[in-house]
């Protein structure tokens, strides 16, 4: 009797061992499934300032950089479980370029899924009233990873100009004024491709013939555009503007364009030119050489640039701005009515006491 006694309170002390074994492993287990669910799902991203930011990751990022990033910015709440969950979707072999839009409370798993895949979101940047090279590149270097010095250079490059077809003088004329998206890693290269990508369909075979038939090659249908950008804000009169320097240009006149003298002073805040402007030796001053600039003076826009292929036929061969400041122009086909146009707006000139 004894014996079966002593079975008895041995089964139920292995009874009592096997539950509490079981009850280990089934704490064991869902604690290493919280701290797993914690480090991979529980929000992570903490941002400050808004719901949304970019995160900026330069060509060349190891996983170090990346960590560096994200802690410089604060970014995240436990960088430990970032780490660990990096390493687990091979994150520190598959670092990706970029800029990236982050938000609040992401967690790591969806925040190392984003930077893992390289799904940036692309910028867009809208190129108008552009005046020279290194405006256009201290533009676009703002923007995008390339520096501005590495956009210049790729404009100026009388070599690289010379695969395109233009000079380091006429390069701005590959930039037809739009708005474009660019991923934030574009190289100056890339940007120049795309640039030249978007010319080559604006140039299409009906612009290119009425080009020809004008007598102008495209770069200089944009030299003369620019012109004319910079004569009128107002669409309505530029085919006629267009008109009169056609006109003086097929008579071998000089064009005596007055915003040609204002870009080769390189003073943009010039409102009224004075004759001795007229003296700086400049390939820019039509007032002293004849024919086109060797390059435009802004980037034209798409209305000026078709103004000048769709251009006015008539006999005007000067205008001068009205006296009534309307933006408008007075035209005339001869210097003596021209002198009359000119004298009424200078004198309003000297009325509202604009001297330069």
Not at 10 to 23: E, P
Not at 278 to 299: A, F, Q, R, V, W
Request: hydrophobic share 40%.
């Amino acid at each position: 009797m004894a014996s079966k006694k002593g079975k008895k309170k041995m089964s139920g002390k292995n009874r009592k061992l096997i539950i509490a074994f079981i009850l280990v492993i089934v704490v064991a287990t869902g604690l290493t499934f919280w701290s797993f669910y914690r480090k991979v799902f529980v929000p992570n991203v903490v941002l400050k300032r808004a719901s949304t930011q970019y995160i900026y990751i330069p060509t060349g990022s190891t996983f170090p950089d990346v960590m560096r990033i994200l802690q410089d910015k604060g970014y995240l709440k436990n960088s430990e479980s970032f780490r660990w969950v990096a390493e687990q979707m091979n994150y520190p072999l598959l670092v990706k370029p970029g800029r990236y839009l982050i938000k609040q409370k992401m967690n790591n798993r969806e925040l190392i899924g984003l930077l893992r895949s390289g799904r940036q979101t692309p910028l867009r940047l809208t190129f108008s009233n552009i005046r020279t090279v290194e405006q256009l590149a201290g533009v676009v270097g703002n923007k995008i990873e390339a520096d501005s010095a590495s956009i210049a250079f790729l404009f100026l490059d009388e070599v690289f100009q010379k695969t395109y077809g233009f000079t380091a003088q006429s390069s701005l004329s590959i930039v037809i004024p739009n708005t474009y998206e660019f991923y934030w890693n574009t190289s100056a290269e890339e940007f120049y491709k795309r640039l030249a990508k978007e010319y080559k369909k604006f140039w299409s075979d009906k612009r290119q013939a009425k080009a020809a038939k004008i007598g102008l090659t495209q770069a200089e249908v944009s030299t003369l555009a620019s012109i004319v950008e910079q004569e009128t804000r107002r669409n309505d009169e530029k085919p006629v503007i267009a008109g009169v320097y056609l006109n003086r240009y097929r008579k071998g006149w000089k064009l005596e364009a007055d915003p040609t003298l204002v870009y080769a002073l390189g003073d943009f805040t010039i409102r009224r030119v004075l004759n001795e402007y007229k003296e700086i030796d400049s390939p820019y001053n039509t007032y002293m050489y004849t024919g086109l600039p060797p390059g435009p003076i802004c980037m034209p826009s798409v209305a000026s640039i078709d103004a000048v292929l769709n251009y006015q036929a008539h006999n005007y061969l000067f205008f001068c701005a009205r006296s009534d400041f309307s933006g408008y122009h007075a035209f005339a086909t001869t210097y003596a009515q021209h002198l009359v146009n000119a004298r009424k707006f200078q004198k309003e000139l000297n009325r509202r006491n604009i001297r330069s």
